[in-house]
């Protein structure tokens, strides 16, 4: 009996994809994850011009202002009063946490001050009002 012999001629290589669109699909998923993502104030602020403003870091904390004296913190709307009291809520799951004031040009600077003096009785010494550069 004849043995048919196999030739490399008739079997033509392949390239298993499997594993590279595994490893495609894991970067994916770690970029993903990876990415920070920037929570919206939910405020349009027309803020001031500066010539000295820097670029700060974020800040844990965000405090907005509108003009017409809306106060939010964490997407939801905050009495004056109680500032304090969220600022030292946030701080307990962060301390080393600064704070970030966005108002818009047209509120009460008053306002804007007793916020501040809101968030330094919560113990908070780090505090940046944001201020637009063009």
Do not use: C, W
């Not at 330094?120 to 940046?128: H, P, R």
Request: charged fraction near 25%; hydrophobic fraction near 45%; avoid cysteine.
């Amino acid at each position: 009996m004849a043995r048919k012999k196999h030739s490399s001629m008739d079997e033509e290589a392949q390239i298993d994809m499997t594993p590279m669109l595994d490893i495609v699909f894991i970067m994916l998923i770690f970029f993903i994850v990876t990415t920070s993502f920037v929570k919206p104030s939910g405020l349009d602020y027309n803020k001031p011009e500066a010539n000295s403003a820097t670029k700060q870091k974020s800040a844990n904390i965000f405090i907005g202002i509108s003009k017409t004296g809306l106060i939010l913190m964490e997407n939801r709307q905050v009495d004056v009063e109680r500032v304090t009291a969220n600022v030292e809520r946030m701080l307990a799951e962060s301390p080393e946490a600064a704070v970030l004031i966005e108002a818009d040009k047209d509120t009460q600077h008053g306002l804007v001050i007793k916020v501040m003096d809101q968030v330094k009785a919560a113990g908070v010494n780090k505090i940046s009002v944001s201020a637009g550069k063009d």
